[in-house]
Structure formats: C-alpha cells, structure tokens
C-alpha cells in the first residue's frame, strides 16, 4: 500500500516563500504522478501543480511563474517551492499520488488520484 506524507508549510509574508514536500513509499511501479491540491474551508479542493514520472510539471493558472517542483530521488521525495506568495494562496495544501500517468489533463480531478498525504497549513499574512 502506497504511503504518502506531507509535510512543511508554515506562516510567511506576502511576497516571501515557503516550501511543501511530499514523500511516497511502498508502491512498486516506476510509472506514478504525484500532485498537490489545496483547499480553503467552504470551497473544494483545488488542484495546483502535478509533476509525472517523466518528469513533466503542470500549473494551474494561478500558480504558474511562482511555484516550481523538485525532486529527490535518493528519498522519494518530491517539493513543491511557492515564492511570490500572496494571502489568495493561504490554504491547507494536500499531496496526492497515483501509479499511472496523465494523457490529457484529467490531472486536475482530485479522485484521479488513490492516496493523499495529510494536509499541511500554509498561511500567508500581509
């Protein structure tokens, strides 16, 4: 069974920067996506950024040109850095794992996806 855990996060300024990462063990596959969603109370979830096996990433429009995806290959762990951050970004951000990869952008639907991380706050303040 796939386990994923979330982690960073935290309290920063507008403009500053802040860092999430998600670490995934125990699935067998080279094949798998690994994305991050965010939700705000009231509103559903909300994809932000999804990063395949291959390599690729995709933004949503919201993020795009300020948040960027990292990996670590030697602990399976991959990061997503968010700079230029503003008070709209200011939710719990989840990251999700599948085994397969994407041909179109059913990325963005989160029950695309069959295992999630804890969520981890992220609060930007003015």
């Known amino acids: 069974q796939v386990r994923v855990v979330g982690s960073g996060g935290g309290l920063v300024q507008a403009g500053g920067s802040l860092r999430v990462s998600c670490a995934a063990s125990g699935y067998g596959s080279t094949t798998y996506s690994v994305a991050w969603f965010r939700q705000v109370p009231g509103k559903e979830r909300e994809f932000v950024a999804v990063r395949s096996w291959t390599g690729m990433s995709y933004f949503s429009d919201h993020v795009k040109g300020r948040f960027a995806i990292s990996e670590d290959y030697a602990t399976n762990t991959l990061s997503l850095q968010m700079n230029d951050l503003n008070i709209e970004d200011t939710a719990i951000y989840y990251c999700?794992?599948?085994?397969?990869?994407?041909?179109?952008?059913?990325?963005?639907?989160?029950?695309?996806?069959?295992?999630w991380g804890q969520g981890t706050q992220v609060a930007v303040v003015s």
């Open positions: 999700a794992f599948t085994g397969r990869a994407f041909s179109n952008r059913s990325y963005v639907r989160a029950q695309e996806y069959e295992s």
